[in-house]
Nanobody, 121 residues
Framework: HVQLVESGGGSVKTGGSLRLSCDAS????????MAWFRQAPGKEREGVASITRIHGGTAYADSVKGRFIISRDNDKNTLFLEMNSLKPENTAMYYC???????????????RGQGTQVTVS
């Protein structure tokens, strides 16, 4: 049974930083592509960053390039999103997602967590 649990969200001032975590509970975590998505009130869900399975190739939305860093620890089954220089427009619910075959930035991932709220003011 695949389970994804996000943590690390909260309220932060403009220019601050947060580190999100996503704990995954299944044996073959390293075989899955992982990604972070976000959804703000009244807006569509958008891809923030993605990371491939073993070699950890990454991709980012243009709006977060140079400020956000996605990484994974395959030994601890954990995905991270380091968010720096946060802006009010980054306020959203952030979700992690996993898929065995898809590694892109669209929401074709098979599994998704419940999300963690990030508020920047």
């Amino acid at each position: 049974h695949v389970q994804l649990v996000e943590s690390g969200g909260g309220s932060v001032k403009t220019g601050g930083s947060l580190r999100l975590s996503c704990d995954a509970s299944w044996f073959t975590y390293s075989s899955y592509c992982m990604a972070w998505f976000r959804q703000a009130p009244g807006k569509e869900r958008e891809g923030v960053a993605s990371i491939t399975r073993i070699h950890g190739g990454t991709a980012y939305a243009d709006s977060v390039k140079g400020r956000f860093i996605i990484s994974r620890d395959n030994d601890k089954n954990t995905l991270f999103l380091e968010m720096n220089s946060l802006k009010p427009e980054n306020t959203a619910m952030y979700y992690c997602a996993a898929d065995l075959g898809y590694c892109g930035m669209d929401m074709f991932y098979s599994y998704r967590g419940q999300g963690t709220q990030v508020t920047v003011s």
